[in-house]
């Protein structure tokens, strides 16, 4: 009997699974909402899996992945991340990221918690924001701080003169991502399309 095995492609996943059990993994696949072709070779049958939703990923790949020393090396990865994440640094993420293969990012992607690739999400927005901030014009930096004035986030009394840093007004905007990010980023968006 063939060994059932799961593998990451450029294109999402490959299951091969022996012949006799094709047409049972092809029901399960389509009932799990899986997009996938069949391939039914001599000695395997292969699905190509586009798409599938992640307890299915999660639940082939913890059965039928690889070896010991790769999920070792994955498990590795995960660790790195995971304190990198903790820093709550993009540029930590990016570094230790940089080098490796999608197989490897798919993999520790799957490893990961809810929470943790909501926190990875959160801190690239941030990063984001951060730049945009960090790329303002001193003028369009007052012009954010006059709208977030108008709808009450930053108090009427905060004055920005003309001994105001521009790197000062930034830390102090960026300070607002967490608690007011839609405001801040209505905000933008209104004096880039001004600046146009």
Not at 136 to 150: A, M, P, Q, W, Y
Not at 153 to 175: A, G
Request: aromatic fraction near 8%.
């Amino acid at each position: 009997m063939f060994a059932t095995t799961f593998a990451f492609s450029d294109n999402g996943f490959t299951l091969k699974v022996d012949p006799n059990l094709g047409k049972a993994t092809q029901m399960w696949l389509h009932n799990q909402k899986c997009i996938f072709q069949t391939l039914p070779l001599e000695s395997y049958t292969l699905f190509e899996i586009a798409s599938a939703p992640n307890g299915v990923i999660q639940r082939l790949s913890s059965n039928y992945l690889s070896s010991a020393n790769d999920n070792d090396e994955v498990q590795h990865q995960v660790d790195s991340l995971r304190n990198c994440v903790e820093k709550s640094c993009w540029k930590s993420i990016l570094e230790e990221t940089s080098q490796w293969s999608n197989d490897l990012k798919k993999r520790v992607w799957l490893k990961l918690s809810t929470s943790e690739k909501q926190t990875i999400h959160h801190i690239a927005k941030m990063h984001k924001f951060s730049d945009t901030l960090s790329d303002l014009k001193l003028s369009d930096i007052k012009k954010v701080i006059t709208i977030l004035k108008e709808v009450e986030i930053l108090p009427k009394n905060v004055k920005v003169t003309k001994d105001s840093k521009q790197e000062d007004l930034v830390d102090m905007l960026k300070e607002l991502l967490t608690t007011h990010e839609k405001f801040l980023s209505a905000a933008l968006t209104l004096v880039s399309s001004d600046c146009e």
